[in-house]
Each structure stands twice: as structure tokens, then as C-alpha cells.
């Protein structure tokens, strides 16, 4: 971390950020010299039943989890500070001090995809659906082993408010799919292991998800992670505290729907890839507040159904999704049992199941393991009962958003589709996950990419390769004297944006024609400005 990248990031905060910031600069002196690291004593909870409709789901589930090039299965003393790909290890020192883009330590992505432990609750669903003690006796072993080794501030596990918050997610999963209040009528150990070990980390997660938000410029996915996890733990367990986390993470996640969302349901980050990852946090919040009779606005559920409509427009004819912006293929669960597993696909199916939607159901990959796991037995009668017929669909014009989907199909898996880009470089002050790719355009050919984005590749192993995939040449649109539209000053951090501007957007049955411009080369006194014509002879 330079003094020119702090001061850039001092830059893109506004005066009550820069309030926010030395307020957790406190938080974390305190924690460092001052907070409890022992865990707290959890007194007799009431425990309710699951409330997820769980039924019983014969699938062979994945036995292992792949963290990017490698492949993962727990054993037995297993170091969760450890960089599986390098072999390095982060050291066991306060959290929030911890260098974390250190080289010398690894890639701490390795590690983080990891310990969120999406691989748990799969493990629990083998349990629950063989009955089979063993793999009670390997989530027990499992969880014991992460609390031991992660004390509370300890490590880079508790380092980003994000990988708390997906772990306690995954724990809430586990803990609906293990029926938990049933358990303890039959497994006395397990009891005792839930009040002395499991509940209290919980009761951490809980604390450190409330403490430290991340708000202002950094309000972006990692926000709507924090936000769910509290919302859901909260709906779950009835700590003393549950109370208050429910009403402000409720509060929250009405907030933050419409925030980061248009009202057509367009993800405001500016990253095609980060859309499923949000629609999950959201989708799950939805379903667990409709459960526990803590149901969300219909201000939240319109712009929810509108998000699945949008994901509906943006994916081909075979299924392949726009890849404008970063893409790292982050999960904030995984309740599957295929490898090559869609979940964009899966959430249409959802999205079909929610809003009793024909049109969704068309484009998804039928009934998954993971919808029946959310929504049970009545919503599977609800998607096997909606017509199977194809859907036709036609261009669809985002004009307010400055994107444009061009489409031309008839039905029987021929169509041209092409995406024109004149949306903001991204959200809020850094535009974290956007790239600098105004006026670019995309185009596949009956499922085959023809003019291409080249994605994301990496965010902090190489700055060069870093600086090129987010940059203006490696994007179908003009770069001019070799500079991008907008600087880049860190692997998340932009400045000196550029405003796009939809001069005129027109629709008929011959035709779409969208003229747009960007000054993002105003430096140079010049305006790009490009008209796209769509001919749907």
C-alpha cells in the first residue's frame, strides 16, 4: 500500500466517509488492544425448526470444492491460513493489521474461498440425506477445527467484513439443513458441541457483520453480503441482540435494493459477472424474511423480479452471459450437485418459482437441487406447472442505463445478439468493479462469440495484466494516444470518470439505432461518439 495509492483513495472519499474512516480506525485500535478474544457464553437459545421447507433430496452432492486451478478436500489438521496454490501461510496476528497483498504470504483469495466455507452445507445434505452419522461426525470435526484455529480478530479469516459474513451464511445453511432442533433430541454431543462451540462463533460472526459495515464508496456487494448474513442469522437465532441486527439489516437491504439497482432491475456495478452474486444475497434475504412472517417491501420485490428479468435479457440463446466488467466468479453459496452448474440459469428457475414466471423457466436449466432446497416441495409443483414453451425474444433498450441489447431469434436456437455499453464506468466514487469500455460493443452468433470482451483475468497478482483487461484497449471501442477513458490508481480504484451520454435510442420492427457518446477523452478536446445500427433483415 503507497502513499500515492492512499492519498488517491483519500481523494475518492467525501468528508463524511473520511468521518466514517477515522471512526474504524478506531474501532480497529480498540479491537486490537482492547476487545475480548474469548468467545461468549451462549445460555440456553430457544431453537426453532428449520425454516426452510426442507424436504428430502436424493442427489449425489459434490464430494470437493475447486478453488480457481485447484482442487480441495478437507483432512484432518488442515491449515485454514494457508494459500492451497503456493503452500504459504498467513500468520495468526490481529486481523485488521494483517498485509494481506503481500507476496511473500500468497494469494490470500485461495485461503478466503476456503474458509467461507461453501463446501458445508452440501456435507449437511449428505447427512440429511442418508442419515448416516459419519457426516455429522465431518461437519462437527470441520467446524471444531475452524473456531479452534480462528480466534476471534485472529488471522486473515476475520479480515473483510465480506468473508465473515458469507461464512455465517453458509453456517445459517447448515444449521436449516441439519434440523437442528430435532438433532438434540437424539445426539446429545452434538448439543453440547452447538452451545459450547458453535453458537458462540456464530454469536461472533453476528457481532463482527454489525460492527463493521462497509459503507460510503466501498458500499457495493460486499455491503449486501454483510447485510444478508446479519438479516438471516438474525431470523434464525434469537440472541439478545437479534432484535436490533433484524431491524437494521432489514432497513438496510430495502435501502441497498434500490441503491445499487434502476428501477428496471440493472445492477448498478457495472459487472455482469457480480450480478449472480448479488441476486443470491438478495434472493435469500427475500425468502428467509418470507419465512420467519418478516416480509420485504413490494418496492424490494418489483425490483427484485425486475433484477431476474434483466439476467433473462442478457444471456444468449446456449446460455452464455455478457461479460462486461469483473467477473470472479464468487459464490455467496453453492447447494448443487453438477459441476458444470449455471447460476444465472438457477436463479432464473428461482426467479420462475417467485413470481410464477413462464418466460424465466424457458431459459433455465429446469428444477436444481438448490431451488428445491429454497423452496421446497410447493415450489416445485409451482415450476413443473408453468408452460415449457419457447420464448421469442426481442431487443430490449436500458436507455436510462446506457445498455442496449440488440436480438434478433427465431425460436429454434438461431440468433445474432449484440450488447452496445453506454453505462456509467461504475459504482459510487471508485467504480470498483467497472472497466473502461464505453461504446463498446459484444456480439455472439447463435451462441458463438464473434466480438468479444476479454474479462477480468486477475485482480492483484499483476498490476500490468490487471491494468490492460480493464482498460479501453482490451474492449471493442476507440482508445485514443494509447490512454484508457478513465485512470485506474489501483487494481479497484478508479478516477477521473467519464460520463456516457444516450444522444438517441430508437425501436421498430426493421431496426434499432442508438447514437451515444462518452468525454472521456476530453483532455484531448475531443467527444467519441458512435452510432450503432442493428438491421434485423
Same mark, same amino acid.
Given at each position: 500500500m503507497t502513499i500515492k495509492w492512499l492519498w488517491n483513495r483519500l481523494m475518492a472519499m467525501s468528508l463524511p466517509e473520511v468521518a466514517f474512516r477515522f471512526k474504524e480506525f478506531a474501532l480497529k485500535k480498540y479491537d486490537q488492544y482492547f476487545n475480548i478474544r474469548y468467545?461468549? $457464553?451462549?445460555?440456553?437459545?430457544?431453537?426453532?425448526? %428449520? &425454516? &426452510?421447507?426442507?424436504? %428430502? *433430496?436424493? @442427489?449425489?452432492?459434490?464430494?470437493?470444492?475447486?478453488? *480457481?486451478?485447484?482442487? *480441495?478436500? @478437507?483432512?484432518?489438521? *488442515?491449515?485454514?491460513?494457508?494459500?492451497?496454490? %503456493?503452500?504459504?501461510?498467513?500468520?495468526?496476528?490481529? %486481523?485488521?493489521?494483517?498485509? &494481506?497483498?503481500?507476496?511473500?504470504?500468497?494469494?490470500? $483469495? @485461495?485461503?478466503?474461498?476456503?474458509?467461507?466455507?461453501?463446501? &458445508?452445507?452440501?456435507?449437511?445434505?449428505?447427512?440429511?440425506?442418508?442419515?448416516?452419522a459419519k457426516y455429522l461426525d465431518e461437519f462437527v470435526e470441520i467446524t471444531n477445527s475452524w473456531i479452534d484455529e480462528n480466534p476471534y480478530l485472529i488471522g486473515i479469516n476475520w479480515a473483510r467484513n465480506i468473508e465473515v459474513s458469507i461464512r455465517l451464511i453458509n453456517w445459517s445453511l447448515c444449521w436449516e439443513v441439519l434440523g437442528v432442533s430435532d438433532l438434540f433430541k437424539t445426539h446429545a454431543l452434538f448439543k453440547s458441541f452447538v452451545y459450547e462451540k458453535w453458537l458462540p462463533s456464530i454469536h461472533l460472526h453476528c457481532k463482527y457483520s454489525y460492527l463493521n459495515p462497509s459503507l460510503f464508496s466501498s458500499a457495493n456487494n460486499h455491503l449486501v453480503s454483510e447485510i444478508a448474513a446479519l438479516f438471516i442469522a438474525s431470523s434464525i437465532w434469537k440472541f439478545p441482540e437479534s432484535g436490533k441486527w433484524n431491524r437494521y439489516s432489514k432497513k438496510m437491504l430495502e435501502r441497498e435494493m434500490t441503491r445499487q439497482h434502476s428501477s428496471q432491475g440493472v445492477n448498478k456495478e457495472e459487472a455482469a459477472g457480480y450480478i449472480q452474486f448479488s441476486t443470491d444475497f438478495f434472493l435469500l434475504s427475500f425468502l428467509f424474511g418470507k419465512y420467519s412472517q418478516n416480509d420485504f417491501s413490494p418496492v424490494y420485490e418489483q425490483t427484485l423480479k425486475n433484477a431476474f428479468h434483466y439476467i433473462f435479457q442478457i444471456m444468449d440463446v446456449k446460455g452464455n452471459m455478457l461479460n462486461y466488467g469483473d467477473n470472479d466468479d464468487g459464490r455467496a453459496f453453492m447447494l448443487e450437485k453438477e459441476s458444470g452448474f449455471n447460476n444465472f440459469k438457477s436463479l432464473l428457475a428461482s426467479g420462475a418459482i417467485l413470481f410464477q414466471d413462464a418466460k424465466l423457466k424457458s431459459l433455465s436449466a429446469g428444477l436444481d437441487a438448490k431451488n428445491e432446497i429454497l423452496f421446497g416441495s410447493h415450489g416445485k409443483e409451482v415450476f413443473e406447472a408453468l408452460p415449457t414453451e419457447p420464448v421469442v425474444r426481442k431487443s430490449q433498450l436500458y436507455k436510462e442505463e446506457g445498455h442496449f441489447i440488440f436480438r434478433q431469434e427465431n425460436g429454434q436456437g438461431q440468433e445474432i445478439f449484440m450488447h452496445f455499453d453506454a453505462a456509467p464506468l461504475g459504482y459510487l466514487s471508485i467504480a470498483a468493479h467497472g472497466h473502461a469500455d464505453a461504446l463498446s460493443v459484444i456480439l455472439n452468433v447463435d451462441g458463438r462469440p464473434f466480438l468479444l470482451d476479454s474479462g477480468t483475468y486477475t485482480y492483484r497478482s499483476s498490476q500490468i495484466w490487471r491494468a490492460y483487461f480493464i482498460g479501453t484497449l482490451a474492449h471493442n471501442t476507440i482508445r485514443i494516444d494509447g490512454t484508457d477513458q478513465a485512470k485506474s490508481v489501483g487494481p479497484t480504484l478508479w478516477k477521473e470518470h467519464y460520463q456516457s451520454t444516450v444522444l438517441s435510442a430508437s425501436s421498430d420492427e426493421l431496426r434499432d439505432v442508438v447514437r451515444a457518446q462518452h468525454d472521456g477523452y476530453q483532455k484531448f478536446h475531443t467527444n467519441h461518439i458512435r452510432t450503432v445500427t442493428f438491421e434485423k433483415s
Open positions: 468467545a461468549p $457464553k451462549i445460555k440456553e437459545l430457544q431453537i426453532q425448526p %428449520s &425454516l &426452510l421447507p426442507l424436504g %428430502s *433430496f436424493p @442427489y449425489k452432492i459434490k464430494d470437493t470444492l475447486k478453488v *480457481f486451478d485447484q482442487q *480441495f478436500e @478437507y483432512s484432518p489438521g *488442515f491449515d485454514w491460513h494457508k494459500d492451497i496454490n %503456493s503452500g504459504k501461510v498467513f500468520p495468526k496476528e490481529f %486481523s485488521k493489521g494483517l498485509k &494481506l497483498k503481500d507476496p511473500k504470504r500468497g494469494n490470500v $483469495k @485461495y485461503a478466503w474461498e476456503i474458509n467461507r466455507m461453501v463446501f &458445508l452445507p452440501n456435507i449437511c445434505l449428505k447427512f440429511r440425506n442418508t442419515g448416516d
